[in-house]
């Protein structure tokens, strides 16, 4: 059981949502000693999220098999972050805090990327599971970009009027800044 443990990541992004990848036997674990926090890297023009190690943190994720072993295609997609072995089995892709800066107005969050990531929590965890994303994560005076009839991300889902629905509902509760327009975004984050 332990070798199959060390085959399989974690994930607490857009990975949570089983339309972004075909990784099997995914499964729902919650992860302590970590939180996730809105940041961006030189590796893409938008931001993402990352996990941040604290020690009272939990975060909701999925847990799911890289088959073989051969992480080559997850760690491109996931270029950007280091990928670490977790104790309770599974590895996390992270980045050092030293590595990435909070966003601002040149690195807008792209809404699509949230809309992926919610749809994933709700299909997983139902709304207290995205209520717990939410909480849980840092960052929410970030700016974001409103890209959904246009998403930049390129792992974009069409999302039901309930999901975009409780995405705005929480934005409104949560969010410190307007929503900024489409116009001069390019390129895509990871996970």
Do not use: C
Not at 31 to 37: H, K, L, N
Not at 61 to 85: F, I, K, N, T
Not at 116 to 143: M, S
């Amino acid at each position: 059981m332990q070798g199959e443990k060390m085959h399989r990541f974690f994930g607490y992004g857009s990975l949570v949502n089983r339309k972004t990848h075909a990784y099997p036997q995914g499964e729902r674990v919650t992860v302590a000693g970590w939180r996730r926090a809105w940041r961006h890297t030189t590796f893409h023009p938008a931001p993402f999220l990352t996990a941040v190690p604290d020690p009272t943190g939990r975060i909701d994720g999925l847990s799911a098999e890289v088959p073989g072993g051969d992480w080559v295609a997850l760690d491109r997609r996931e270029a950007g972050y280091l990928r670490q072995p977790l104790p309770e089995g599974p590895s996390i892709y992270h980045i050092p805090e030293d590595l990435h800066p909070a966003p601002d107005a040149a690195h807008p969050i792209l809404l699509s990327y949230l809309d992926v990531v919610v749809q994933g929590y709700l299909a997983e965890y139902g709304e207290q599971g995205v209520e717990r994303f939410f909480r849980t994560t840092d960052g929410w005076d970030a700016p974001i970009r409103d890209d959904r009839a246009a998403p930049v991300y390129p792992r974009a889902q069409t999302l039901t009027l309930q999901e975009t629905g409780l995405v705005d509902d929480w934005l409104r509760q949560l969010h410190e800044a307007p929503l900024l327009p489409v116009e001069n975004t390019s390129g895509g984050v990871g996970g």
